[in-house]
């Protein structure tokens, strides 16, 4: 089975501009979540997406958006940049339960770098 | 809210020496998440406890849960330059399941 791909793997943007990134999960994951690291604040969740549906957001504001398609594969898009928003975009997908009863181990991409300048 | 906290954040080990990183959740945790990733890579699972007092080995590592499964420990011993990296452990809330990830620690070895 093919990993976790994520798309572009680096980027570089300015101030004020906005940012789409893709992420296509493991054949068969319906869960795919969102996550920022950076070294001063580690892996701070985002978002996390289930069947279109965003089941579950972390405490990030509204510029940080993200969508899922029926096939499963997931995007999320960052307006206005900040300088403060250069960090690894990490995604992950899981073979999560409909119910979202617990979650199961999360697979991750390889991640997009992304620096503001 | 709910916070998993990891210490130490920094752990430099002579190889051959033992060492614990340790997790603890200020909630309840459904079930907890060990992951690795090594520099310049991305986290990796390594395994998840479930129940109360589990306690689980891979090879020299062994994943223990608490019995009010609100903290979690994993040690390693014999440690080996293979085990260099950040070890996070991660934990969904009970009430609304969001995965909180602890800032890891980070595993330097001495050779």
């Known amino acids: 089975k093919a990993g976790v791909t994520q798309t572009p793997r680096y980027l570089i943007k300015t101030r004020g501009q906005q940012v789409t990134l893709s992420c296509s999960p493991i054949?068969?994951?319906?869960?795919v979540s969102w996550y920022q690291q950076t070294p001063g604040q580690g892996l701070q969740f985002l978002f996390e997406?289930?069947?279109?549906?965003?089941?579950n957001k972390g405490n990030f504001p509204g510029r940080f958006s993200g969508r899922q398609f029926s096939n499963s594969r997931s995007e999320m898009n960052v307006s206005t940049l900040e300088l403060g928003d250069s960090a690894l975009y990490l995604c992950?997908?899981?073979?999560?339960?409909?119910?979202?009863?617990?979650?199961?181990?999360?697979?991750f991409g390889p991640g997009t770098r992304l620096t503001v300048l | 809210g709910q916070q998993v906290m990891q210490i130490p954040q920094y752990q430099h080990v002579q190889e051959g020496e033992d060492f614990t990183t340790y997790c603890n959740s200020s909630?309840?945790?459904?079930?907890i998440q060990w992951y690795k990733q090594r520099p310049g890579g991305h986290p990796v699972f390594l395994i998840q406890?479930?129940?109360?007092?589990e306690v689980k080995k891979q090879k020299r590592l062994t994943f223990q849960f608490g019995e009010a499964k609100k903290n979690s420990s994993l040690h390693i011993t014999a440690t080996q330059t293979t085990d260099v990296g950040t070890y996070f452990c991660?934990?969904?809330?009970?009430?609304?399941?969001?995965?909180?990830f602890g800032a890891g620690t980070t595993v330097t070895v001495r050779a």
């Open positions: 991660a934990g969904p809330r009970s009430n609304d399941y969001k995965l909180s």
């Open positions: 054949s068969g994951h319906r869960s």
């Open positions: 406890l479930v129940k109360s007092g």
């Open positions: 909630t309840t945790l459904s079930n």
């Open positions: 992950a997908s899981s073979l999560a339960l409909a119910g979202g009863v617990t979650y199961n181990e999360q697979f």
């Open positions: 997406y289930f069947s279109e549906t965003q089941r």
